[in-house]
């Protein structure tokens, strides 16, 4: 059974940084593509980062690029998010997700297989 449990959130003053991490658990980490979306009250989704398997290549939305980083540890089947910067248009639940398919790429991050129950993050200014 696959399960995704996201850690980290928290409440930061405009500037700051948080480091989100999600475990995963119950399937091959290695296998998956793995990625991040958030979602604020009276927002739609938005797919934040993206980490391919075996290359490790990543894909980010163009409101955070450059101030975020999503990488993993493989070894400890966890997936992370660091956010840097932080604006209060960053302030959402933030998921982690994660899919098999070998064709993710055409995905979007929340249409994912699995999901977990997500961390809050708020950004005060």
């Known amino acids: 059974q696959v399960q995704l449990q996201e850690s980290g959130g928290g409440s930061v003053q405009a500037g700051g940084s948080l480091r989100l991490s999600c475990a995963a658990s119950?399937?091959?980490?290695?296998?998956?593509?793995m990625g991040w979306f958030r979602q604020a009250p009276g927002k739609e989704r938005e797919a934040v980062a993206r980490?391919?398997?075996?290359?490790?290549?990543?894909v980010y939305t163009n409101s955070v690029k450059g101030r975020t980083t999503i990488s993993q540890d493989n070894a400890k089947s966890t997936l992370y998010l660091q956010i840097n910067t932080l604006k209060p248009e960053d302030a959402a639940m933030y998921y982690c997700?994660?899919?098999?398919?070998?064709?993710?790429?055409?995905?979007?991050?929340?249409?994912?297989?699995?999901r977990g129950q997500g961390t809050q993050v708020t950004v005060s200014s």
């Open positions: 119950g399937y091959t980490y290695r296998l998956y593509c």
């Open positions: 980490i391919y398997p075996r290359s490790g290549s990543t």
């Open positions: 997700a994660a899919d098999r398919r070998a064709d993710c790429g055409g995905v979007k991050v929340f249409d994912f297989e699995y």
